[in-house]
């Protein structure tokens, strides 16, 4: 055998060399593996933050309003029902043509108007109705750019493209130009994204309503999803008896949580909708849908916590006396309840990143309007995004990149707490 | 909001009914000699007069706000005139809508008939009889149930495992939930997908080669053969998922094989972590990535070589679907891969394999059925994924299996027969629950084939 | 290769756990009474000291192993004979708190040194595990595993040859051999033993170290794992860590005995059976603490 042995030794070494090569480059291929993944990562989120950045701040033009009772069409004595009706577009227009005496072509007064945004003259009349003094009078002010104007402020737009491919023109760009060298033009923190709902002029767009119509799907579906999930989870782990009942439910539950998402959504459409004929769009009926999606998560992770309280707790309370249902609520959950929280936080997540089902169910419409109560017709931040990201508009890009830095924030709070949450609990 | 009136009356009645039960108790205790004398403590006897008072009122008001709708609707127009009873189903609906419209105020009257007037009126008397009726019905059954329970109070009633047995059935009720999940999906989809079927054969929505719904609106055109062909839906959903099993398995399985077998513990504690950020990223967010910034790089780059690539190829499309399957793929196979015994680790490492052939030859192949279920499920979730390929696929439906054109899938024209103005009953609406239909079923066959082959695969080692 | 090796996977082996140097037997002095060394040593220890982390599981271990012989190590659970046994064909590396230091050799080549490969050194040194392992493959896989994966064979004849000689070696032969493209795992707990032996010895090693190669095995199954390691020891050298001192007595010609990571003594099996010359031997042999 040592023969054997000794021709085996060298067949080996002879063969040491290639499967040494052969060993390395597997490693290579997973070290690339998750170097790959990460690389996705860094992609997804720089061009997401790149892109989104520049929506946070906005940019103002110092136009020099001249309030003109007969531009207005009203005096400084009318009524604040009247000023509302009052023509401040007109101010606006003829303050610009003042600024650019030289411009005089129709076209060029069309471009001249665009570098302002039509929330300008709402602006105006807010503070004109405020203090109706000013009527008559000549001040310098600091207006909302236009998106478009905006966006070559901010650097997006460069003059080398050939001017037929984009909105913002030479004369344009020269008018930007010389208000920037003027000093007459500003970045400020975008305060009206964080307060306004959808418009159509991406710098009028925010996202209040679209956070507003997302919390009040969040709380129907907590709500509804929570107790029924801890519910469920306790019956099924502590009062269940081994049957096919029992089989059957559990079987769905697995099911359930792998069904997708759409399909909920069409539940939602063909049952809440057009059978009780829930009010369509509206946060109700989002939060049901996102519940029953969401409840296998919160029973699934429930169960595991319920079932990791050491059972010395349930036989010292039920050895005093207490019955099951005592035991379970008084001493089970309290100390299941960490982890519970944890699943619930988790499923609370994946509810408010969730936007498919709620297309189904009409939660698409254009929302201005901050929705007021769950009837409301309302849209959710994903279900924005969603929108925006549809629009044509330049402008719109960097508001859905913006909107998705929110929603990712949100996403990452809360999945940092139920992390917290988790490592508190092991510590026990 | 009426409703909610009533549900707080409700609660209310629940309340006084409580703390009722819970004094008499006390009550009766101290004259019999203390609460030591009583079979429960007063407050179980309280929860218990809730109950009653709470649990049948609940299911009254459950009903009636079930039933109110259709009733109301059948009495008003039971006396509409005859001529108006003579339309179609479809055009009494709208006829109806607009009683409802005016009866709330939303629609003018001007816009309107005068039966329709007369019948908003109907509508509304109606409506305040049934939201009197009901206030009224609710209330009594609270209170008849409180009393009920109050009277029984007595020494020896066994309050405290009444309550309990009720609310064990509450928890039942909670866990059933699932169960009438999976039903209410089942008979919702599956009824109208038949309604589909009435009107499209099953044979030219299975097996057709065309799919362009929009045809079918027009009238002369309802039941035109060839319209409705789900085949090119099923191959774009197919060849999307595909390109995205492409990406996701090789990398999500050598990532595990990686962070599992050779990676330090710090590495593994932190990269793993990192890599499932991936998985918590919104499918919105994906599609984005996959419509403005994924899509126009790979025509570009096509271009670039002088290829012709659709701006919604399935490629990008699937491609970010593969990067969302990523983690998924990969935790799966870590948990497969963690559960093969060490012993058979030792006992090839032992005999002197590298690492990588103990992972190649031992590992992988006993870890198989399991790694298989895992991809199972991962084919599922990109087959029932929706939000990437909605924003990133197309929607013209082309039978093609080349990856740089554009392709359209099921869960795509779900979204599109669905969303913004619908007709329901027209087969272009119902077409999306018959999709619905297939998608459930063909991601539940999935689901429990991949179930059982990993709970076969634990069993084996366990 | 030691990077490779060092994975989350790799445990520490039971004895390891609740070692605790400070018992109520001070051996921290002690040397090793007996015969370590042996004139036509197969693989000498010097020196050996292993640490996991902070905790060290063998202290100053000098011991041979000599040409075609049995030596079997005994001693109380947490001695540390395990993992003197696994640092043989440094399956140690595959443990990543695991520290070797000390010199061991095999034929008088360093195995820890740098020019040392685990895999030859692996092929060469083989090992049986306490728990019968076998691959979820057939059973002519599982001993072609080896020869395939080191390129020992270059024909189908060749293997069908190494795999039968391997069987038969095992004294296995005669049961699987009309079954041998059934799984590995689907035979009695002796047998997948015994394929777990022929696995080893289908790469022609030279030495086989054994760690309680019966302890999950019922008598009838160790009688005949044991007759074997009796005629194994013609063609190789064996070691073998066993927690039955009538095992050690049966099997081996030389014992050594382990107490909290330190060689307490080691001789002719006979004699260390019958005479056992420090008190901590005796106690063990005589039942009093084990």
Not at chain 2, 338 to 348: K, M
Not at chain 3, 34 to 54: C, F, H, I, L, T
Request: aromatic share 8%.
């Amino acid at each position: 055998m040592s023969k054997d042995a000794f021709k085996n030794t060298e067949l080996i070494q002879a063969s040491l060399k290639k499967r040494y090569a052969r060993e390395r480059r597997f490693q290579l291929f997973g070290k690339l593996a998750v170097l790959l993944g990460f690389v996705f990562l860094f992609i997804l989120l720089f061009d997401i933050v790149s892109k989104g950045t520049p929506a946070f701040t906005q940019k103002q033009l110092q136009i020099a309003v001249d309030f003109d009772p007969d531009k207005l069409g009203v005096d400084a004595s009318a009524s604040a029902e009247q000023l509302r009706q009052a023509n401040f577009n007109a101010v606006i227009k003829s303050s610009l043509r003042d600024m650019f005496p030289e411009v005089t072509s129709r076209g060029d007064k069309k471009r001249l108007y665009r570098l302002v945004s039509i929330g300008a003259e709402y602006a105006l009349r807010d503070r004109v109705i405020e203090d109706p003094s000013l009527i008559g009078q000549r001040k310098d002010f600091w207006l909302l750019a236009h998106s478009e104007a905006a966006g070559y402020l901010k650097g997006q737009i460069s003059r080398e493209l050939p001017e037929v491919e984009r909105k913002v023109k030479d004369i344009q760009m020269d008018w930007l130009d010389q208000l920037r060298d003027k000093g007459l033009t500003k970045s400020s923190f975008n305060t009206l994204f964080f307060l306004e709902g959808d418009s159509r002029e991406p710098e009028l767009a925010g996202i209040r309503a679209a956070l507003q119509g997302s919390f009040f799907t969040l709380v129907v579906t907590f709500l509804l999803a929570f107790p029924i999930g801890v519910f469920a989870a306790v019956y099924l782990e502590e009062f269940a008896p081994r049957n096919r009942i029992t089989d059957l439910i559990e079987i769905n539950i697995n099911n359930l949580a792998a069904v997708p998402s759409i399909v909920f959504g069409l539940l939602g459409l063909a049952v809440f909708i057009n059978f009780f004929e829930l009010p369509r769009s509206a946060p109700l009926v989002g939060g049901i849908v996102l519940s029953l999606m969401t409840l296998p998560t919160i029973i699934i992770t429930s169960r595991a916590s319920i079932q990791a309280v050491s059972p010395s707790i349930r036989e010292a309370a039920l050895g005093v006396g207490a019955s099951k249902i005592q035991t379970v609520f008084h001493h089970v959950l309290p100390v299941a309840m960490p982890g519970i929280l944890t699943g619930s936080i988790i499923g609370m997540a994946q509810a408010l990143g969730e936007s498919a089902p709620l297309l189904m169910i009409g939660m698409v419409a254009f929302i201005m309007e901050v929705p007021g109560g769950v009837t409301d017709p309302s849209t959710v931040l994903p279900v924005q995004i969603f929108l925006w990201a549809d629009s044509p508009e330049r402008g719109f890009t960097e508001k859905t990149s913006a909107a998705i830095m929110v929603l990712m924030g949100f996403l990452i709070v809360m999945n940092a707490l139920a992390i917290y949450l988790r490592r508190r609990f092991e510590v026990k | 909001m009426q409703t909610s009136t009533v549900f707080l009356t409700l609660v209310a009645l629940c309340a006084v009914s409580f703390f009722i039960g819970r004094h008499k108790s006390r009550l009766i205790g101290m004259a019999g000699g203390g609460l030591q004398t009583l079979h429960s403590l007063p407050v179980h006897y309280g929860y218990m007069a809730a109950l009653w008072a709470g649990l049948p009122a609940l299911l009254v008001f459950i009903v009636w706000l079930g039933v109110e709708a259709p009733v109301i609707r059948n009495l008003v127009i039971a006396e509409l005139p005859a001529e108006v009873l003579a339309l179609s189903l479809d055009e009494l609906g709208l006829y109806y809508n607009q009683v409802v419209g005016v009866a709330l105020g939303s629609v003018d009257v001007g816009v309107v008939d005068a039966n329709q007037v007369t019948a908003a009126h109907r509508y509304n008397e109606l409506l305040t009889a049934s939201r009197g009726l009901k206030m009224l019905l609710v209330s009594l059954v609270a209170v008849i149930g409180g009393l009920l329970a109050v009277m029984r109070v007595k020494p020896d009633l066994r309050a405290r495992n009444h309550v309990e047995d009720i609310f064990t059935w509450v928890l039942f009720a909670c866990s059933s939930i699932a169960v009438f999940t999976t039903l209410g999906i089942v008979l919702s989809v599956l009824f109208e997908a038949v309604r589909f079927f009435q009107v499209i054969p099953m044979n030219d929505f299975l097996f057709g080669l065309q799919w362009s719904p929009q045809m079918a609106i027009r009238a002369d055109q309802v039941g035109a053969s060839g319209s409705f062909g789900f085949i090119p839906l099923l191959v774009g959903t197919l060849l999307i998922s595909m390109v995205a099993m492409l990406i996701a398995v090789p990398i999500g399985l050598m990532s595990a094989i990686y962070l599992s077998e050779y990676a330090s513990r710090r590495f593994r504690a932190v990269t793993k972590p990192v890599l499932e950020i991936l998985a918590g990223v919104p499918t919105v967010v994906y599609g984005f990535f996959a419509a403005l910034t994924v899509a126009p790089f790979i025509r570009n780059l096509g271009e670039s070589i002088g290829l012709s690539v659709a701006s919604e190829s399935a490629l990008a499309a699937g491609l970010v679907m593969g990067i969302m399957i990523i983690p998924f793929v990969m935790s799966l196979s870590d948990d497969i891969i963690s559960a093969v015994p060490n012993t058979l680790r030792e006992a090839s490492l032992g005999m002197g394999a590298t690492m990588s052939e103990t992972i190649r030859k031992v590992l992988l192949p006993a870890a198989l059925p399991g790694i298989v279920g895992g991809i199972l499920l991962a084919v599922s979730r990109a087959i029932g994924e929706t939000m990437i390929v909605v924003m990133a696929a197309g929607l013209s439906a082309k039978l093609t299996i080349n990856p740089l054109e554009a392709v359209t899938t099921i869960t795509v024209q779900i979204v599109t027969l669905l969303v913004g103005d619908q007709e329901f009953d027209s087969p272009k609406t119902l077409a999306a629950f018959a999709l619905g239909l297939v998608l459930f079923f063909v991601t539940l066959l999935l689901n429990v084939i991949a179930l059982y082959v990993v709970r076969k695969y634990r069993e084996q080692y366990e | 290769m030691s990077t490779a090796d060092a994975n989350a996977h790799g445990a520490v082996p039971d004895e390891a756990v609740g070692l605790d140097v400070q018992d109520h037997v001070d051996v921290a002095h002690y040397e090793t009474i007996g015969e370590p060394y042996v004139d036509n040593a197969k693989m000498s220890a010097r020196n050996v000291n292993v640490y996991y982390a902070d905790k060290q599981a063998i202290m100053d271990v000098s011991l041979d192993i000599g040409e075609n012989e049995v030596l079997s190590m005994i001693g109380p659970s947490g001695c540390g004979k395990s993992t003197f046994l696994r640092s043989l064909n440094r399956m140690n590396d595959i443990i990543p708190i695991c520290e070797v230091k000390g010199d061991i050799r095999l034929d008088g080549e360093d195995i820890y040194g740098s020019d040392q490969d685990t895999v030859l050194l692996r092929a060469r040194v083989g090992m049986v595990f306490q728990k019968p392992n076998p691959f979820p493959k057939t059973i002519y896989e599982n001993v072609a595993y080896g020869p395939r994966i080191h390129g020992l064979a270059h024909s189908k004849a060749e293997m069908d040859e190494i795999v039968e000689t391997s069987l038969r070696r095992a004294s296995l032969w005669d049961e699987v051999k009309d079954v041998l493209e059934q799984p590995g795992t689907g035979l009695s707990g002796g047998q997948q033993q015994r394929l777990c032996i022929a696995r080893a010895i289908a790469v022609s090693p030279e030495v086989i170290l054994m760690d309680e190669p019966c302890s999950a095995l019922d008598p009838i199954a160790t009688a005949r794992i044991e007759e074997l390691i009796d005629e194994l020891k013609e063609r190789f050298t064996i070691a073998i860590v066993t927690h039955s001192m009538q095992q050690a007595a049966r099997v081996s010609q030389r014992t050594a005995y382990f107490h909290l990571g330190k060689l307490i003594e080691v001789g002719d099996t006979k004699q260390i059976f019958t005479m056992p010359r420090h008190e901590l031997t005796e106690n063990y042999i005589t039942g009093r603490f084990g």
